[in-house]
């Protein structure tokens, strides 16, 4: 089991928080990445959010990520592509991922509720007649794709300014191996299937679509199954990567049981995250070390899945979430197998 943190990066001015400003997001994303990696964590992860105090354009972060580590994965979950260039990000994704020595792991997604409505028509984009903004996300996605397999597809120009090489021309820089790092967060049974045959590893957040009415890790780990059947019947050569995302805090410190030791949250959640979809929300899970062991034993997705994306709550401050990160690898995750 690989175990990563991801950050939605919240910032607001509040005397409270420890995260005040975008720039304390940003540089502060970076010194927990750091830290992470220092403590053992497999992965830097981070939320993608338009229009909103939290973490947007994620290339310049994902960068500075690669240059400031040298081990850990660092990703993203998840880029919303329904406001993606797909041929400018192929060229930052490109980029950050030979700055890191190709450790990117990029989630990308059809996107959420945003902050404004149709924000993506601000940047530039508008679904083609008949289609939505969800048929739109994915094009950009497969566009992207094509793209970052590194073939030629423009035809270069006969008096160029440089020296081109021959055939037609790819995006540079290309990064061998992105490709098969790439990661569709699915929020419903149909859309994992849809992310296995392109051959795209599934990212399942703490929502889902409420498909079936049981429990939230019960639904979660029949989307995982039929994720992987798709994949197999697809005849995909290489094997595919599966994350779940979950908010755990294992209460060891009186700064936990001030946090998160009152409960409130320690059952599954059924809302609308628009007027058409019912979506399930997973529960949060925070206890002592062994209680929290018993419980996390029960959790049918976490066992299928072979990453695991801690939420942390980073207007507390790089220090307490790197206190909480370890408190996961070394109290909670021997025990479970997962180290």
Do not use: C
């Not at 338009?50 to 850990?72: D, E, K, M, Y």
């Not at 049918?300 to 909480?324: C, F, K, R, S």
Request: glycine residues 10%.
């Amino acid at each position: 089991m690989k175990i990563g943190f991801l950050s939605f990066g919240h910032w607001t001015p509040s005397p409270s928080s420890h995260t005040r400003s975008g720039s304390d997001a940003l540089l502060q994303s970076i010194e927990l990445a750091v830290a992470a990696e220092e403590l053992g964590a497999d992965g830097a992860y981070f939320r993608v959010h338009h229009f909103a105090r939290q973490l947007g354009s994620p290339f310049p972060l994902l960068a500075a990520v690669g240059a400031r580590t040298s081990r850990i994965e660092i990703g993203t979950a998840v880029i919303d592509m329904r406001y993606e260039n797909p041929l400018y990000m192929a060229e930052d994704a490109g980029a950050a991922d030979l700055i890191a020595g190709g450790r990117l792991q990029l989630g990308i997604s059809r996107g959420s509720p945003e902050q404004v409505i149709d924000g993506w028509r601000y940047f530039g984009f508008e679904p083609a007649e008949g289609k939505s903004e969800a048929d739109m996300a994915r094009t950009h996605a497969e566009v992207f794709l094509r793209v970052i397999e590194g073939g030629g597809f423009a035809q270069p120009n006969p008096r160029p300014m440089f020296p081109n090489p021959p055939g037609l021309l790819r995006l540079e820089p290309y990064s061998e191996g992105l490709r098969e790092r790439i990661w569709w967060g699915s929020g419903s049974n149909a859309t994992g299937v849809w992310a296995a045959k392109l051959g795209m590893n599934l990212m399942s957040s703490t929502l889902k679509d409420d498909e079936t009415g049981k429990p939230f890790h019960v639904q979660q780990a029949e989307q995982i199954e039929a994720y992987r059947q798709a994949w197999k019947e697809a005849g995909h050569e290489r094997e595919p990567r599966v994350s779940v995302s979950r908010s755990i805090f294992a209460l060891t410190d009186d700064r936990d049981r001030a946090y998160f030791g009152h409960g409130g949250q320690d059952e599954d959640e059924v809302g609308f995250i628009d007027a058409q979809t019912k979506a399930i929300f997973g529960r949060t899970y925070a206890a002592e070390p062994d209680e929290l062991i018993e419980q996390l034993e029960g959790d049918e997705a976490i066992a299928a899945a072979d990453t695991l994306l801690l939420t942390v709550p980073n207007q507390l401050g790089v220090d307490y979430n790197a206190h909480v990160l370890e408190s996961i690898l070394t109290h909670v995750a021997p025990a479970l197998g997962w180290r």
